[in-house]
């Protein structure tokens, strides 16, 4: 593990939790935090970085201020409208947001390794891998289902066609090549009750190896 090289914390597993898009990562977080363990939303993290006053003026100064809402924040939608269909922007986009949103996650990972009532210091990014993220971590949990069963949960859930689900996993790295670099697949494809069987398992092998 990088980026958090001090030998000061107390150690405990740092573990990164990535899946297939609709694989259900939400439901193994939603059980990690049940069974007591911290989780680091990276959305919301990156939520909270477009509030930020640098990063907002940063943003307006590269897109102008069409991106803002009445009240002076960043759109979201006005932004994703903008970027997500052009890669130069997004990756503009992602030069100004993600090193902020970095420097949150270290902050928040050795914050957790303080907390002395959290086992298992968890952090859900589904672009974990593409970015860079995964230095900070011991282990990657990577959340598996079939592309029937992930696009049908995305279609009762979200909304969305094959098509959407296509374009969303573009921006990706491959299924194959993500699962790959995992140190656990975590079989979601069932039911709710054998993920979180297989959840449990394994967080008792995290802290009885503490």
């Excluded at 990756?91 to 050795?110: A, D, G, N, T």
């Excluded at 054998?194 to 995290?206: G, I, K, N, P, S």
Aim: with cysteine; aromatic share 6%; hydrophobic share 40%.
């Amino acid at each position: 593990m990088t980026d958090l090289m001090d030998y000061s914390l107390p150690r405990k597993p740092v573990i990164g939790l990535i899946g297939g898009i609709g694989a259900g990562k939400s439901t193994v977080a939603e059980r990690l935090v049940e069974l007591g363990a911290a989780v680091i939303d990276a959305d919301r993290t990156g939520h909270e970085v477009l509030r930020e006053p640098a990063v907002i003026e940063r943003l307006t100064d590269t897109f102008g201020r069409d991106i803002l809402g009445e009240d002076g924040q960043i759109d979201r939608s006005k932004l994703g409208l903008l970027v997500f269909s052009n890669q130069e922007r997004r990756q503009k986009l992602e030069s100004i947001v993600h090193p902020v949103m970095f420097e949150r996650f270290v902050e928040k990972v050795k914050n957790s390794l303080h907390d002395q009532s959290c086992p298992v210091v968890v952090l859900d990014a589904a672009i974990l891998l593409e970015v860079g993220w995964a230095g900070i971590c011991d282990r990657i949990i990577f959340v598996d289902a079939s592309r029937e069963v992930r696009l049908e949960r995305l279609r009762q859930n979200r909304g969305w066609d094959e098509a959407e689900l296509d374009r969303r996993e573009a921006a990706q790295w491959p299924i194959d090549k993500k699962r790959s670099r995992a140190d656990v697949v975590i079989d979601n494809g069932t039911s709710r009750e054998a993920c979180r069987a297989q959840v449990d398992r394994l967080f008792e092998e995290w802290t009885q190896t503490r």
